[in-house]
C-alpha cells in the first residue's frame, strides 16, 4: 500500500536532507545576522537605528515566496550569471530570518539590566567585548525557547524553497506523485516527517522554557 | 554585474497591470474568507482546549498540535492533491471538476492552518483572565457554555486584538503560498509577468509595495477596531 | 585624585545635579548619603563616564572625563565600581566572571586572571565559591563577588553605589568588613551609602547631598556632632533612628 513511499524512499529522503541543510545555513546566517539587527534596534545612534527599523518592518510585512522570488531575480544580475536555487533561496532565508531572530534578540537585550551592562563598561570592556561576552550570551540563554520556535518555523519555511524548483522534499514529492499518483500516502508521509521533527522540536523548547521558569534567574 | 534594463511600466503597462489588479483582488478575497473560518474555528478550538472534559482538551490540542508541525504548503498540497481522492473515486472526480477548485481549497486550507495559530492565542486570552471572573460569573448560576458564550469570550477576544491583528496580517503574507497551486493571486500574477516579460525584478519589487500597502492598511484598521472595542481600566498601549 | 568641578547635569528640563564641587585625595575614604533622588548615584556615574553631564569638569589623575577625545574605555580600568544591585553575569562561573576583564582587557593569561582572582576570593572570604554560579550565593557573598570583580582590574579608585541597600541584615555586616579592610588599605574609596557605622569608622569625610546639591561636608565629628543645616538634622534623626 505504501509502495509509493518506500519505493522512492531514498529520494525522498534525499530531498529530505535539503530542507535540513537549507534550514542549517538559514539558521546560522539568520542568527549571526539577527544578532546584529538585534543590536541594531536598541541602538541610540539614529543612523543605524533608522535603516535597521526600516528593514526590519519593510520585510516583515513582505510573503517569504516574493522575497524567495526576488534574490532569484535580483542575484544573477548582481553576480552576472545564474545562481544555483540552493544558493539563492539560503540568501533569501538568511535575509528573512533575521529580522525575526532580530526581534527576538532585541528582546532578550532589552531584558538584562542598565546596570549589569554599566558592570562590565566599569570593568573597562569596550562595547563590543561586551556585546560578545556578556550581552549576547545572557541574551541567548534567556529568549532560547523563542528561539527554538523560530528555528522549527525556518525548517518548516524551508518548504517554500520548492517555488524555485529547489530539489527539497515537497518538490521532490510532488514529482513523485505525477508520476504515481499515490497523493495520500506521499503526502501524509511528508507530512509526518515534517511533524516529527517539529513536534519533537517544539518540546525542547518547552522544556528550556519550563526550566528558565523555574531557575527564574537568568 | 549582467547588464540588465529596466521596465518598470510592467507594473501598469496592458494586460499587465490588469493582472495584478486581479491578482491583488483575489489576495483580498482570499485573505477576508479565510479570516472569518479561522477565527471562527480558532475560538471553538481554544475553548475547547481549557475544557474541563479530558476528551475536548485532547481533540484541542490535537487539532493544534497538528496544523502548527506541518508547514502550510504541505498542509496545502495534501487537501488539493490528496484531498479529493478521500472520498473514494466518484466523488473524487466531481470534486476535481469543480472550476476554480484551488481557490475554494485555498481558503479551506488556510483557514483551517490559521485557526491553529489563533486558538492558541485564543487560549493564551482565557488564561489572562483571573479565577474570579470565572468563579464570579458562574455564582450568577450561568452554564460553562452560556459563560464562555456571554462574558468570557467576548472580553478574551478583546484582550488579545493585537496578537490577532498580528494573524491577520500573517493570513494574507500566507495567501501567497496559494500560487503554487496556481491560484490567480498577487504573487502568482508577478511570477506570470516575469514569465512573459522576463521582467521578473519589477514585478516582485511591485508586488511587494501591494503587501506592505495591504499591511499598513491592516495595521490601522486594527488600530480603529482595538479603540471601539478597547476594555476600559486595563493596562492600554 | 578626582577633583570634581561644578559639575550640574538635567535630564531633560529637570535638575539632578547642581554646581557640584569636590576634590578626592588619593586614599581617602569619602562617604556620601542623602535621601533617594538626591543625585548620589547618578554623580557616581558621571565621574566615570557612564552618564554625561551638561556642566562642569572632572578630572580623574589629570584627566579630563568630559573631553570627547578622552578613552573612557581606559578611564573605567582605573575606576572600580560596585553596585547596589550587585549586577554579576548570570552565565558565568565566579572565578570565570571575575578573570574576563583582566583576560580580554588587559590581555592576561588564563592562568594568571584566575590565579589573581582566586587571591581576591580569599581576601572577600570566599574562595570555596569560584566555580558557583551567582544563582548558587547569598547576597552578602554575591556582592563580594562583585567587589572582588571590580578588585581584579587593578583600580586606583573604587566607587560603591550603595553596596549593602540591597541585602537582608544579617548580610551587611560581612560586605562592610570587606569594604573597612579595602580602606584601612589605602584604598581610594567613595561610597553612596546611609551605613553610618562604617562611615564613623573609616570616613575621612562625609557629604550629604540632597537635591542634586551638597547639602553640607565635614569629617564625621564635625558632622555627627554639630550637623549645621537643618536638612542634614532632620536626615539624621531619620537615619539614626
Known amino acids: 500500500m505504501f509502495s509509493a513511499v518506500t519505493g522512492n524512499l531514498a529520494y525522498l529522503l534525499g530531498g529530505f536532507l535539503t530542507n535540513v541543510q537549507l534550514a542549517a545555513c538559514a539558521l546560522a546566517g539568520g542568527i549571526f545576522l539577527g544578532m546584529l539587527v538585534g543590536l541594531g534596534r536598541i541602538s541610540t545612534r539614529k543612523w543605524v537605528y533608522r535603516p535597521v527599523t526600516v528593514y526590519v518592518d519593510f520585510l516583515r510585512n513582505i510573503p517569504l515566496i516574493l522575497v524567495i522570488f526576488w534574490f532569484y531575480f535580483v542575484m544573477p544580475i548582481i553576480a552576472g550569471r545564474p545562481l544555483n536555487a540552493f544558493v539563492s533561496a539560503a540568501i533569501s532565508f538568511i535575509v528573512f530570518e533575521a529580522t525575526y531572530f532580530g526581534e527576538i534578540f532585541r528582546a532578550g537585550y532589552q531584558s538584562i539590566s542598565r546596570d549589569l551592562v554599566n558592570a562590565a563598561y566599569s570593568t573597562g570592556l569596550t562595547y563590543w567585548q561586551t556585546v560578545r561576552y556578556i550581552m549576547v550570551p545572557i541574551a541567548f540563554r534567556r529568549m532560547l525557547p523563542s528561539m527554538i520556535t523560530q528555528s522549527i518555523i525556518t525548517f518548516q519555511d524551508t518548504s517554500l524553497a520548492y517555488v524555485i524548483g529547489l530539489q527539497e522534499m515537497v518538490r521532490r514529492t510532488s514529482i513523485v506523485d505525477s508520476i504515481e499518483v499515490r497523493s495520500i500516502q506521499l503526502y501524509s508521509f511528508v507530512a509526518l516527517l515534517f511533524f516529527i521533527v517539529c513536534f519533537a522540536g517544539s518540546r525542547v523548547s518547552r522544556y528550556y522554557e519550563e526550566k528558565g521558569r523555574r531557575a527564574n534567574v537568568l | 554585474m549582467l547588464a540588465y534594463s529596466f521596465d518598470w511600466s510592467v507594473l501598469w503597462r496592458q494586460p499587465y497591470g490588469e493582472w495584478m489588479l486581479h491578482g491583488i483582488w483575489y489576495t483580498l478575497q482570499i485573505g477576508f474568507l479565510a479570516w472569518i473560518l479561522a477565527l471562527t474555528l480558532g475560538v471553538a478550538v481554544g475553548t475547547l482546549r481549557v475544557s474541563n472534559r479530558a476528551v475536548l482538551r485532547f481533540l484541542g490540542t490535537a487539532y493544534v498540535e497538528f496544523f502548527r508541525n506541518i508547514p502550510f504548503l504541505v498542509q496545502l498540497f495534501f487537501w488539493y492533491y490528496a484531498g479529493p481522492m478521500l472520498f473514494g473515486k466518484t466523488i473524487q472526480f466531481e470534486i476535481n471538476s469543480i472550476s476554480g477548485l484551488n481557490y475554494y481549497v485555498a481558503i479551506v486550507a488556510l483557514g483551517l492552518y490559521t485557526a491553529s495559530r489563533v486558538a492558541e492565542h485564543v487560549r493564551a486570552g482565557f488564561a489572562s483572565i483571573g479565577q474570579g471572573q470565572y468563579q464570579a460569573v458562574l455564582s450568577t448560576g450561568m452554564t460553562h457554555f452560556q459563560m464562555y458564550r456571554y462574558v468570557i469570550v467576548p472580553l478574551a477576544l478583546r484582550l488579545i486584538i493585537p496578537p490577532l491583528t498580528t494573524e491577520f496580517l500573517t493570513i494574507f503574507k500566507n495567501s501567497s503560498v496559494a500560487m503554487t497551486i496556481s491560484v490567480t493571486e498577487t504573487t502568482f500574477m508577478s511570477y506570470k509577468i516575469d514569465s512573459e516579460t522576463f521582467h521578473g525584478l519589477e514585478a516582485t519589487t511591485g508586488a511587494m509595495l501591494v503587501y506592505l500597502v495591504l499591511g499598513m492598511s491592516i495595521v490601522k484598521l486594527m488600530g480603529l477596531i482595538e479603540n471601539r472595542f478597547k476594555v476600559q481600566g486595563l493596562i492600554s498601549r | ?241
Open chain 3, 1 to 241: 585624585m578626582i577633583e570634581i568641578k561644578n559639575i550640574s547635569k538635567w535630564y531633560g528640563n529637570f535638575q539632578v545635579l547642581g554646581d557640584i564641587n569636590e576634590v578626592i585625595g588619593r586614599g581617602q575614604t569619602v562617604v556620601i548619603c542623602g535621601p533617594s533622588g538626591s543625585g548620589k548615584s547618578t554623580l557616581l556615574r558621571c565621574i566615570n563616564g557612564l552618564e554625561p553631564f551638561q556642566k562642569g569638569e572632572i578630572l580623574v589623575d589629570g584627566i579630563s572625563v568630559g573631553d570627547p577625545k578622552t578613552n573612557l574605555y581606559k578611564l573605567r580600568q582605573r575606576i572600580g565600581m560596585v553596585f547596589q544591585r550587585f549586577e554579576l553575569y548570570p552565565h558565568m562561573t565566579v572565578i570565570d566572571m571575575i578573570a574576563l576583564a583582566p583576560m580580554k582587557v588587559k590581555k592576561k593569561s588564563k592562568r594568571e586572571a584566575q590565579a589573581k582572582a582566586m587571591e581576591l576570593l580569599e581576601r572577600v572570604g570566599i574562595p570555596d565559591k569560584a566555580h558557583a554560579y551567582p544563582a548558587n550565593l547569598s547576597g552578602g557573598q554575591q556582592q563580594r563577588v562583585a567587589i572582588a570583580r571590580a578588585l581584579a582590574m587593578e583600580p586606583e579608585y573604587m566607587m560603591f553605589d550603595e553596596p549593602t541597600s540591597a541585602l537582608d541584615p544579617e548580610m551587611i555586616q560581612e560586605v562592610l568588613e570587606v569594604m573597612i579592610d579595602l580602606s584601612k588599605e589605602g584604598m581610594t574609596m567613595l561610597v553612596v551609602s546611609h551605613e553610618m557605622g562604617f562611615a564613623r569608622e573609616v570616613a575621612d569625610e562625609i557629604i550629604f547631598m540632597d537635591g542634586g546639591r551638597i547639602v553640607e561636608r565635614g569629617t564625621d565629628e564635625e558632622f555627627f556632632k554639630n550637623p549645621k543645616h537643618q536638612r542634614t538634622k532632620d536626615f539624621l534623626n531619620q537615619i539614626l533612628k
